[in-house]
């Protein structure tokens, strides 16, 4: 079965209609049947479209891609503990939201969209931005104007039309959401193509790992783009029989913004509306995260739980990772401060895995910053 489906109403709509809500206004998602063989793509280049069977766009000419890399995997050790990372902050626009924005721009110009319009804290606008300009399709991203430079110059440079919005990230995405209504929204939350692109993260942690997976898996959980895609990956192989588990999924908040964890706390299947305050972490700073109630049942269904990290924790992480050679920015520091909490308690023996979502160039002078205080 191939088919956009709300599973709020019932409503579906064929993989190829040119929306990315239904009609109700809900959030649509992909029910998609498709399988690779773990042998076959042995033979192929490395790379996400190595999976191409199981990705929702049939036609490789309509592939908007940029050589995407199998991105590695490091083991760092902290104290007792070792923790695998996975460098996804290598891809072309510098973040793990290639692998989304890959798979949804491939949809545009599978559809024939001339133009779209994406709203973004940075790094998913400068995805889209970049692949909109392989794919010669016109962008507008709506940005907070509280924006990295960096990540801001990137987007003008890919040919990207910004629009600044004053106030909060909720300020922003409502505003590229009115922008939407005439438009083809590009959004990493509301079209499900972008998860289709990220789950890809799953199948290729499980072929890196000869197709044995860690028990523990740690990622942001801001809107649940890779928490999300990952889950949908997991299910996916295993589905496909290729293997017999699906991960433990630990969510990480910045504590200054932290609705899941306080959702989590109570008990609660959807986000708790919360006073918020600064963080460093502004990638996962998502005050009313649109795909909550399912990244709180996904990591439910995983027999996984929600964290919280304070400042102090991500600046500190943020230094451990830097004196290791890794510079990213500070909301990958975020989720290792994470993964680090999480294994100080966890049983030795237990194999956890985290990623390194954003490179540190897009915030290099507010990382200098950090790190240089005492």
């Given at each position: 079965?191939?088919?956009?489906?709300?599973?709020?109403?019932?409503?579906?709509?064929?993989?190829?209609?040119?929306?990315?809500?239904?009609?109700?206004?809900?959030?649509?998602?992909?029910?998609?049947?498709?399988?690779?063989?773990?042998?076959?793509?042995?033979?192929?280049?490395?790379?996400?479209?190595?999976?191409?069977?199981?990705?929702?766009?049939?036609?490789?000419?309509?592939?908007?891609?940029?050589?995407?890399?199998?991105?590695p995997i490091v083991r760092l050790v902290d104290g007792k503990h070792t923790i695998e990372t996975k460098l996804d902050y290598l891809f072309p626009s510098?973040?793990?939201?290639?692998?989304?924005?890959?798979?949804?721009?491939?949809?545009?110009?599978?559809?024939?969209?001339?133009?779209?319009?994406?709203?973004?804290?940075?790094?998913?606008?400068?995805?889209?931005?970049?692949?909109?300009?392989?794919?010669?399709?016109?962008?507008?991203?709506?940005?907070?104007?509280?924006?990295?430079?960096?990540?801001?110059?990137?987007?003008?440079?890919?040919?990207?039309?910004?629009?600044?919005?004053?106030?909060?990230?909720?300020?922003?995405?409502?505003?590229?959401?009115?922008?939407?209504?005439?438009?083809?929204?590009?959004?990493?939350?509301?079209?499900?193509?972008?998860?289709?692109?990220?789950?890809?993260?799953?199948?290729?942690?499980?072929?890196?790992?000869?197709?044995?997976?860690?028990?523990?898996?740690?990622?942001?959980?801001?809107?649940?783009?890779?928490?999300?895609?990952?889950?949908?990956?997991?299910?996916?192989?295993?589905?496909?029989?290729?293997?017999?588990?699906?991960?433990?999924?630990?969510?990480?908040?910045?504590?200054?913004?932290?609705?899941?964890?306080?959702?989590?706390?109570?008990?609660?299947?959807?986000?708790?509306?919360?006073?918020?305050?600064?963080?460093?972490?502004?990638?996962?700073?998502?005050?009313?995260?649109?795909?909550?109630?399912?990244?709180?049942?996904?990591?439910?269904?995983?027999?996984?739980?929600?964290?919280?990290?304070?400042?102090?924790?991500?600046?500190?992480?943020?230094?451990?990772?830097?004196?290791?050679?890794?510079?990213?920015?500070?909301?990958?520091?975020?989720?290792?401060?994470?993964?680090?909490?999480?294994?100080?308690?966890?049983?030795?023996?237990?194999?956890?895995?985290?990623?390194?979502?954003?490179?540190?160039?897009?915030?290099?002078?507010?990382?200098?910053?950090?790190?240089?205080?005492?």
């Open positions: 079965m191939q088919q956009l489906i709300c599973h709020q109403t019932g409503e579906s709509y064929p993989l190829d209609s040119p929306i990315w809500r239904s009609e109700s206004g809900g959030i649509l998602d992909i029910e998609f049947d498709g399988a690779f063989d773990p042998m076959e793509i042995l033979t192929r280049p490395p790379g996400l479209w190595r999976y191409h069977e199981a990705l929702p766009i049939s036609n490789p000419e309509d592939r908007i891609t940029l050589g995407e890399v199998l991105t510098g973040s793990y939201k290639d692998r989304g924005a890959t798979l949804l721009m491939s949809q545009a110009r599978a559809l024939g969209i001339e133009s779209v319009v994406q709203d973004s804290s940075g790094n998913a606008g400068a995805a889209i931005a970049t692949y909109a300009a392989v794919a010669g399709i016109e962008c507008e991203i709506f940005v907070p104007d509280s924006t990295s430079p960096a990540k801001l110059d990137q987007m003008r440079a890919c040919g990207a039309t910004l629009t600044l919005v004053p106030g909060s990230r909720e300020d922003t995405a409502n505003a590229a959401f009115l922008a939407a209504k005439d438009r083809y929204y590009a959004s990493h939350v509301w079209n499900p193509f972008f998860l289709q692109g990220t789950k890809t993260f799953a199948f290729e942690i499980a072929e890196q790992r000869g197709w044995i997976l860690p028990d523990t898996l740690v990622l942001p959980a801001g809107n649940g783009t890779l928490l999300l895609g990952a889950w949908i990956g997991f299910v996916e192989l295993k589905q496909m029989g290729i293997v017999n588990k699906i991960p433990k999924l630990i969510g990480v908040q910045a504590a200054n913004c932290a609705p899941l964890v306080e959702a989590w706390r109570r008990s609660s299947a959807e986000p708790i509306s919360i006073a918020t305050s600064s963080t460093v972490a502004e990638g996962i700073a998502i005050a009313e995260p649109r795909r909550g109630a399912q990244m709180i049942l996904a990591v439910k269904q995983s027999g996984g739980h929600m964290i919280e990290v304070e400042e102090e924790e991500i600046i500190d992480s943020l230094r451990w990772l830097c004196a290791r050679g890794l510079f990213v920015e500070p909301t990958s520091a975020a989720v290792m401060a994470g993964a680090r909490q999480y294994v100080s308690t966890a049983p030795a023996d237990e194999e956890v895995l985290t990623v390194l979502t954003g490179h540190g160039l897009k915030a290099a002078s507010k990382i200098q910053s950090l790190v240089s205080k005492k």
